[in-house]
């Protein structure tokens, strides 16, 4: 198993990798000139070649302006880019750059720039190089903040953003296995010492990662417990919709409830198994709330108050609850539970 995690990447794989994006028009690929989506662009231009009519690609390189060798890294990528007959664009993050959270930021301007780049290539599909090791370290990272399981469930292969299709062609793969295939090549890459820096959190997680495959959590199942989650995760939220319709049809109206208001039964509610009341709860906040997304935990707090509240007084038809969270007020009054906008909050006075 060590060996195949090492092995280059076949043509085969390659068209394996790559045949969720058959049929689209044209595709960007997010190169950084890093070996991952060095590898991922090599591999792209040897599937398009291997197709009697193929997507459109074009390599777009994002310089985030934060290191003084990005330019000189760019210039590589799109030298690569020419003799793989590959379009190929840089573009800038342009303005000022925050003091605190900047990788956060960084990747927030790098997708808003991937975006604009498919819009003006009529471009579907935006792939990144995300690997097996990526969704590992994902997985931890979100761990250690008390993601939920659709937290935990990291990275999707394939997702919707801003209209597009974003796709991780790579997700399944060991990272060994790209450098070998860059190997075999002679192809090089960068070098971003950031990627080591571990001030920051990513890489924090990163060095942890040889303590703990020692122990057998190894990227390879870190990533398939994430696939598990993900996959529980999904089944739950179709039970979240049949729930809804179930708390729908004994009032008589139609799921999902409406966008400015939510009120059904609270007995009802308080009946449901507790991980379907928590999701119920948060996309009633999120739908009618004006200061969302609601924290999960925070959402976990008030389904409790909720059972508590209405348990203790539903007999006697004393309950009776307020409570705002992310813009929504939260209320329990004759035997029903309801959800509406908050009012504004008031402004201090300075």
Known sequence: MADEDHSPISAQDAKNLFADC???????????????????????????????????????????????????????????????????????WRGTKPTTGVPA?????????????????????ILTAHTRDDQAETFLMRLSRGSGLAGLGAMARLSPRDGFVLARPLLDVPKGRLLATLDKAKIGFADDPTNRDRSFTRPRFRALMPALAAEGCDARNLARLATRLARANASLEIMADGAERFLAARDGSAAPSSVTAADFDARAFIGLPDEIRVRLLMRAVNRIGHEGPAEFGKVEVLVAALDTVVRNGAASGRASFKQTLAGALVAVAKGRISIAPAPPRRKRRG
Not at 49 to 72: M, Q, W
Not at 105 to 110: H, Q, V
Request: aromatic share 4%; hydrophobic share 45%; no cysteine.
């Open 22 to 92: 058959r049929t689209a028009p044209a595709i960007i690929l997010a190169v950084s000139g890093g070996p991952d989506s060095v590898a991922m662009m090599w591999l792209a231009a040897r599937w398009r070649r291997s197709l009697k009519r193929g997507p459109r690609l074009v390599a777009i390189t994002v310089d985030h302006g934060l290191r003084k060798e990005a330019a000189r890294e760019a210039s590589e990528v799109k030298k690569l880019a020419k003799t793989l007959a590959i379009e190929h664009q840089t573009l800038r």
């Open 105 to 125: 930021a960084a990747r927030d301007a790098r997708y808003r720039l991937l975006t604009r780049a498919a819009r003006t290539h009529g471009a579907t599909h």
